[in-house]
C-alpha cells in the first residue's frame, strides 16, 4: 500500500494564480483532511470530508474549495492564491470505527510571491 | 473547548540521557491524546496513542507517555536519547466535542547534543 500519496510536493505560485493540491490514499479510509503547518504552529485544519460526497469547513477555510472526487480522492483547490497561503499542506485519512489517528501525506510545500 | 499545550516549544538534551516532552491538554470529554513525530522536511509518523485503555502507553522508537486525568497532562519520555531522535513532536487531543477532529498543539523541537 501506498498510504496516503500527495501532488506536487513543491509549488511556487504568483499571487493571484489559482492551483489543486491532489490526494490520494489507498486504505480504504472514510474521512480525509486537508491541514496547513505554518512556522512555530500546530496543524490547522482547512477543510475535511467525513466520507463520500460531504465536505465540511474546519478552521481555517477561506481561500480555499476542495472536491471528494471520489472515496480516494480528496483535492484542494486556492481559487487567487496569496502570500499569506504560503505554507505546508498536508493531506490525511482517518480509519473509521474508535480509534480517531490519521494517516498523512508527505505534504506539499507552497510558495506565493 | 479542547486545547492543547505543549509546555516547551525547545528541548535539548545529551544523547543517551532522559526526554521529558510535556504536554498538558484540556477536554470536557473522555479524550483521546495522541503523539506525532515530524522529522525535518518529513511527514507525520504517528508515535503512540491512548484511547481509554492502559494509562501507560508504549509507542515506537522507546518511547512512552502516561495518561494523567488528575492533571490533564500526556508527558512523552523516553529513557535514553539517540541522535536519530531529533524532531518536531506534536501532542494531540480528541474528543466527541471536537467532532472527533484532531486538536494540535504548537509542537516541541528536540534537540539532541551529542
Known amino acids: 500500500n501506498a498510504g496516503v500519496t500527495q501532488t506536487p510536493k513543491f509549488q511556487v505560485l504568483k499571487t493571484g494564480q489559482s492551483m489543486t493540491l491532489q490526494c490520494a490514499q489507498d486504505m480504504n479510509h472514510n474521512s480525509m483532511y486537508w491541514y496547513r503547518q505554518d512556522p512555530g504552529m500546530g496543524l490547522r485544519l482547512i477543510y475535511y470530508?467525513?466520507?463520500?460526497?460531504?465536505?465540511d469547513k474546519g478552521e481555517v477555510p477561506n481561500g480555499y474549495n476542495v472536491s471528494r472526487l471520489n472515496k480516494r480522492e480528496f483535492s484542494l483547490r486556492l481559487e487567487s492564491a496569496a502570500p499569506s497561503q504560503t505554507s505546508v499542506y498536508f493531506c490525511?485519512?482517518?480509519?473509521?470505527?474508535?480509534?480517531?489517528?490519521?494517516?498523512f501525506g508527505p505534504g506539499t510545500r507552497l510558495t506565493v510571491t | 473547548a479542547q486545547s492543547v499545550t505543549q509546555l516547551d516549544s525547545h528541548v535539548s538534551v545529551s544523547e543517551g540521557t532522559p526526554v521529558l516532552l510535556r504536554c498538558n491538554y484540556s477536554?470536557?470529554?473522555?479524550?483521546?491524546l495522541f503523539w506525532y513525530v515530524q522529522h525535518p522536511n518529513k511527514g507525520l509518523q504517528l508515535l503512540l496513542k491512548?484511547?481509554?485503555?492502559a494509562t501507560l502507553v508504549k509507542g515506537i522508537n522507546g518511547f512512552e507517555a502516561e495518561f494523567k486525568k488528575s492533571e490533564t497532562s500526556f508527558h512523552l519520555t523516553k529513557p535514553s536519547a539517540h541522535m536519530s531522535d531529533a524532531a518536531e513532536y506534536f501532542c494531540v487531543v480528541s474528543d466527541e466535542a471536537s467532532n472527533y477532529q484532531l486538536i494540535w498543539g504548537a509542537g516541541t523541537k528536540l534537540i539532541i547534543k551529542p
Open positions: 490525511a485519512s482517518r480509519i473509521t470505527g474508535a480509534s480517531y489517528e490519521q494517516y
Open positions: 491512548y484511547t481509554s485503555a
Open positions: 477536554s470536557s470529554y473522555s479524550p483521546s
Open positions: 470530508s467525513a466520507s463520500e460526497g460531504t465536505t
